[in-house]
């Protein structure tokens, strides 16, 4: 090695490229094997509804005292039969007879728990029969219906299709929309970061070192994420796993992408690459560490969350952000030394630059962004005056965001068999078929007073105790555990709708109404009910919670109060403006059903702790350039100079959330539009006329109490508005 390629002699540099060497062996040979443990998550994962309920309500707490009825002891898989040219004459006996048998061969099954109910035709379409499958819940229930269904499909009823649907088969299919999670959304996370990689820098090698960042921060996290759920610390569900694998990808690229910068920054001024790397990193250390900082604690409060799935997601997401951020800041500098220059091929900078410029020289080696922020600073107000105008007036459709959530059958964005076949059974037994019952849990001494009170209300046909067990027809007496009955209401509407949730609000105000009976209320309508509530009580308790941690996080990057209190508003107003955009997508354009209520929560965790970044490496940037040379040149050296970095982030994030849209599920299309589409405002709006214009609007005091606020300011500078002194 010789100071011609820009690296150190040897005898200086060999401890450097030794350590080098040592940090970047160890992540290859440590980090690397643990690849394997992202093919293994779906052994710990957790995709029963038990997972997704709200922690502490009264459903949840109904369900857990029934169990003690044996209420909850089998998992129902219904077999629906229907005419395979959707013809309508009624079911023949030979029909029927082979129903029958295929009832009586899969209660053979492993898996099965308890008798086969049925087979039953339809009492609205005689085309239409049905049996019911009880299934043991300790097993795996999407292995258990993918052995029914095949069973089914061995063994036809000429001329009939057989179809499972019930708790038991959409809770399989909701398995297989997460079974191929993994390779989809890596494969087109991962592609499009090299493309927009190599579309930047015009290298072969730059963007595989990226990547291969990113691959073993992944390998890192699937393995602690792996250990942290087996040992029961976290509970990981398969929205959780699809959303870590993103964020990993797109965080680390996004830390990447800044010490990237900098280093080909350093590069161009500093003859020896070790010198550069070191340079870099110093550079980025505090940015990067508060941004990651800011994801990471703002993940951290969803566990302030009642909602069980929505709980579990900042802890699991948390540890990628983590393993991203070591990988970034550890491995890439590693490499990037023992790469040099070379990894720039064939566009290297080369040393010897000055160190410093006037701005007309920065502008003019950065034309875009150059010419942008100039332009921005001669009319700073009424630039962030326009960009505030049109994001509120995107803004003002945010309230008008539904999240009153959807049935099971909208949950899917594809065709899959427990709908086709819940159809199938709706058209055969009414729109209530398979609907469970209201469970209501009282006191004893107080039950015929409870039936009472329920039948007197207009929304229930009627109520009846769980009994002892005993013959068929027999005056049996109710069960009773622990000095409680639990009681079958069936409600007179179908389950998962409006009117099932207001339906369950009638019957908890009518028996609250029953002295002493401290009857509480459960169910299918129930639950949907609680996990509204409890959805709009943790937006609630979250938001705040948010916005002071990123605002003290915020305070002594900046040391400023000022500049984080401008950086919170534009990006809560960035937040609202992409649900204000979502709404009109959603409801005029796309014509979709509604939306899971944790949607506008997510939204804002991932759009206030991600899209701060933007503006978190742009005033980081300017508070350096600031000190040096004052504030309003401070502030367009900085937009300048990180424009295309910045701009490129933010593009790499959106593109890798915008791949959760490849996972046929309503929830998670529409996180990916609001997140993507967020991302984008703050990296190509916020960060690029909002924040720069009020910084130049304000002028000094936007540092204000810190240092930066004092810094000597050129003569003839204007902070009114006007450019004042030509840089």
């Keep these: 090695m010789n100071e011609d390629n820009g690296r150190p002699p040897a005898g200086r540099s060999r401890w450097w490229i030794g350590a080098a060497l040592l940090v970047a062996l160890v992540w290859l040979a440590g980090a690397g094997p643990l690849g394997m443990f992202l093919g293994r998550l779906g052994e710990v994962q957790t995709n029963d509804p038990g997972a997704f309920l709200p922690v502490g309500a009264e459903s949840t707490e109904v369900g857990e005292i029934a169990e003690e009825f044996d209420r909850e002891e089998a998992v129902p898989a219904v077999v629906v039969y229907s005419r395979e040219d959707g013809g309508g004459g009624a079911l023949t006996e030979d029909e029927l007879a082979g129903i029958a048998t295929a009832a009586e061969r899969a209660g053979e099954r492993p898996g099965v728990s308890g008798a086969v109910a049925g087979p039953f035709p339809g009492t609205e379409d005689p085309s239409v029969a049905q049996f019911v499958v009880p299934l043991d819940p300790a097993a795996d229930t999407g292995d258990a219906v993918g052995d029914l269904r095949a069973l089914l499909a061995d063994e036809p009823v000429p001329g009939l299709r057989a179809q499972v649907t019930g708790p038991a088969g959409f809770a399989a299919d909701l398995a297989a929309a997460f079974g191929g999670i993994d390779s989809t959304l890596l494969i087109v996370a991962v592609t499009a970061v090299l493309v ?79 010198e550069a790397v070191l340079a870099a990193v110093r550079g980025v250390t505090g940015p990067v560490l508060a941004s990651g900082g800011t994801v990471v604690l703002g993940l951290l409060c969803l566990l302030a969350a009642d909602l069980a799935s929505t709980r579990s997601l900042g802890p699991v997401v948390a540890i990628g952000v983590v393993a991203a951020l070591l990988s970034a800041m550890t491995f890439l500098p590693a490499v990037l030394a023992l790469c040099g220059r070379a990894a720039f091929w064939p566009v290297a900078p080369h040393g010897g630059g000055r160190t410093e410029g006037t701005l007309e020289e920065v502008v003019d080696s950065h034309r875009f962004w150059g010419r942008l922020a100039t332009t921005v600073s001669r009319g700073p107000r009424l630039y962030w005056i326009a960009t505030t105008a049109v994001l509120a ?12 959530g959807t049935g099971r059958a909208e949950v899917f964005r594809t065709e899959v068999e427990a709908v086709d076949a819940q159809e199938a059974l709706d058209r055969g037994f009414g729109s209530d078929a398979g609907a469970a019952p209201a469970l209501v849990v009282a006191d004893a001494d107080r039950l015929d007073e409870v039936v009472r009170a329920a039948e007197g209300l207009p929304v229930v ?17 109710p069960l009773v555990e622990d000095g409680r009955v639990l009681v079958e209401v069936v409600l007179a509407v179908g389950p998962e709708s409006a009117e099932a949730v207001d339906a369950v609000r009638g019957l908890r105000a009518g028996l609250a109404a029953v002295g002493g009976a401290d009857a509480l209320v459960g169910g299918v309508s129930a639950t949907d009910l609680d996990t509204l509530e409890t959805a709009r009580r943790d937006f609630t308790v979250v938001v705040p919670l948010v916005l002071v941690v990123v605002f003290l996080v915020l305070i002594p990057l900046l040391r ?26 959603f409801d005029h354009v796309l014509g979709l059903p509604g939306a899971d209520p944790v949607v506008p929560l997510f939204a804002f965790v991932f759009l206030v702790a991600l899209g701060i970044d933007y503006s978190i490496f742009l005033m980081s940037r300017a508070r350096e350039e600031t000190l040096l040379h004052g504030h309003r040149e401070g502030v367009l050296r900085a937009l300048t100079v990180t424009g295309g970095v910045i701009t490129s982030a933010g593009v790499v994030l959106a593109v890798t959330f915008a791949a959760l849209a490849v996972i046929p599920l309503l929830f998670l299309l529409q996180l990916a539009f609001l997140v993507a589409f967020g991302v984008l405002v703050d990296a190509l709006l916020v960060r690029t006329v909002l924040v720069p214009a009020l910084s130049l609007d304000a002028g000094p005091r936007v540092w204000w109490p810190g240092r930066a606020g004092r810094a000597a300011q050129p003569r003839g500078a204007d902070y009114s508005g006007s450019p004042g002194r030509s840089a």
């Design 461 to 477: 046909e009627g109520a009846a105790p769980v009994t002892e067990p005993g013959p068929p027809g027999a005056d049996l007496p």
């Design 393 to 404: 007036a995107a803004a003002v459709f945010a309230p008008q965001f539904d999240a009153g």
């Design 560 to 585: 400023s109060l000022v500049a984080p209190l401008l950086l919170m508003a534009a990006n809560v107003l960035s937040f609202a403006a992409a649900l204000g955009v979502g709404t009109l997508l």
């Design 196 to 274: 927009i990689l190599v579309a930047v820098y015009r290298s072969p090698l730059l963007p595989v070192l990226v990547v291969l960042a990113c691959l073993l921060a992944l390998g890192l996290s699937g393995a602690l994420v792996y250990l942290a759920a087996d040992t029961g610390l976290v509970s990981l569900n398969g929205q959780s796993q699809g959303i870590l694998f993103i964020l990993v990808v797109g965080a680390c690229t996004d830390y990447a992408l800044l010490l990237v910068a900098r280093y080909r920054e350093e590069l161009a001024v500093r003859e020896r690459v070790p």
